[in-house]
């Protein structure tokens, strides 16, 4: 069977075109990029001794929404 052209020029010495060398820390995050429809996790770190009695992230999220309920409803205009 015959070479490719790419076989042929091929060289084991090659380096990168100096064009393909990126400098990653150059790098910025591409803001278009959403998550792809995945929800965004958001992270609290809690204290070790409420961590102890909310052992699953189902069991935060349930008291938080009840504590959310007994909150009076905000107007238009008040912020948090």
């Given at each position: ?28 995050p591409?803001?278009?990029a ?47």
């Open positions: 069977m015959s070479k490719t052209p790419f076989e042929e020029s091929h060289d084991s010495d090659d380096e990168l075109l100096a064009e393909y060398n990126f400098d990653y820390q150059k790098a910025k591409n803001r278009f959403g998550g792809g429809g995945r929800q965004l996790l958001k992270v609290v770190v809690l204290d070790e001794d409420v961590a102890q009695v909310f052992t699953t992230p189902e069991s935060v999220n349930q008291v938080l929404r009840a504590l959310i309920e007994t909150m009076p409803q905000a107007t238009k205009g008040d912020t948090a």
